[in-house]
């Protein structure tokens, strides 16, 4: 069985020699443990924050060992109660062809209701981050203008359809494409989106929502942070959900420049973890699961196939090669 294991901690964008695809024995399931084999891996842009010591939310990945995430498997042995081989869970034992681990850790999923990559994307925490960051903490009601960036994404994606559903007055999102722009428009129905990489941000915001937003849910941090908060209306809300285009930097990013406006607008700026809105789940998923069905909420997913694609799947979240949740198919 074949492990991706973290060898040295990156500097800056991370690279091959930082990691190795290892040989591993596969471990038979001890008393209460399970042995799954996994279909898919998920690769998300917080595993950069892993791959380094600094302290956080999460432990860093130990260095010499295999690399954990979300994934999808099947259970090929089981020495667990109320788990059997055949059954289907989502577990942490990602980046990996096999895993052994407490049963505890696994939750089961039904591949019959949707297809086993949606519980690591549409219908699992990336979709949970969506609904949680957008209903709890930006505090969206009807009427609400909103801007999301990281818009083409597994999260934003969801967050710009869900506000629609909802009834904004107005989704904008931006993206790094022209092709993604194009996707959020025609396929996801927003009112209006931009490519950032085409021009200043908050010109193009501006351009894009110029009665200005109620929401900013943001992926990206930097330039799209400050343009939000220049464009803030009155009692405005901004939820940092990521901050993706400062996590390969080497030195502390500079914080935005028009703070001040919060003041002007009463405006509330408010961090949010998914892992502390669980309580969400069943309502999240009945809700996003209806649309899913209905198709009036509409997902990608980028494939990759291979556990030697592991890595490179990773790196790719982080360059923008991806439309919609990354996954990686074993
Ligand atoms: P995505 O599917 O959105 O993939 C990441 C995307 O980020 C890329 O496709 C790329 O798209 C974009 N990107 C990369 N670099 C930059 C940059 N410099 N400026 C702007 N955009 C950039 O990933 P997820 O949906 O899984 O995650 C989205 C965000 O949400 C991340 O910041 C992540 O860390 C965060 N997150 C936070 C959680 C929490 O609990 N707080 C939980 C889950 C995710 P493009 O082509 O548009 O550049």
């Known amino acids: 069985s074949r492990e991706w ?3 040295s901690r990156p500097v800056g964008w991370p690279k091959p020699e930082d990691f190795e695809l290892a040989e591993a024995e596969i471990r038979r399931p001890g008393p209460g443990e ?3 084999r996994n279909a898919y891996v998920s690769v998300d842009p917080y595993m950069r924050g892993r791959m380094s010591s600094a302290k956080s939310y999460v432990a860093p990945f130990e260095l010499g060992k295999a690399m954990q995430g979300g994934a999808v498997g099947e259970v090929v042995a089981s020495e667990a109660e109320g788990i059997s081989a055949g059954d289907h869970v989502l577990h942490f034992g990602g980046w990996r062809e096999y895993a052994t681990f407490d049963a505890g850790q696994a939750v089961k999923v039904d591949p019959e209701a949707a297809p086993l990559s949606t519980y690591l994307g549409v219908l699992g925490m990336t979709g949970l981050t969506a609904y949680a960051g957008l209903l709890r903490t930006a505090a969206f009601k009807e009427g609400d203008s909103v801007f999301v960036s990281g818009a083409a ?3 934003g ?3 710009g359809q869900i506000a629609r559903l909802k009834g904004a007055s107005r989704v904008i999102g931006s993206a790094g494409s022209d092709d993604k722009v194009k996707l959020l428009v025609e396929e ?3 009112d209006a989106a931009f490519n950032y990489k085409n021009g200043p941000v908050a010109e193009q915001l501006r351009a894009a929502a110029p009665d200005g937003i109620d929401v900013y849910f943001d992926n990206v941090g930097g330039d799209h942070l400050e343009a939000a908060i220049g464009s803030l209306n009155m009692k405005g809300r901004i939820a940092v959900c990521g901050m993706i285009s400062v996590y390969n930097n080497t030195e502390p990013a500079p914080g935005p420049k028009n703070l001040a406006r919060i003041i002007q607008t009463r ?3 408010e961090g949010l973890l998914v892992g502390d809105h669980y309580d969400l789940q069943p309502q999240f998923v009945q809700e996003v699961g209806a649309w899913v069905r209905s198709g009036e909420l509409k997902y990608r997913e980028t494939v990759v196939e291979g556990i030697e694609n592991n890595l490179e799947a990773f790196l790719g979240v982080l360059r923008g090669d991806n439309t919609g949740k990354m996954i990686v198919k074993l």
Request: proline share 0%.
């Open 5 to 7: 294991r973290l060898l």
């Open 34 to 36: 399970v042995l799954v």
């Open 153 to 155: 994404g597994a999260v």
């Open 157 to 159: 994606s969801q967050v």
């Open 188 to 190: 996801y129905g927003f």
């Open 267 to 269: 405006g509330r700026i």
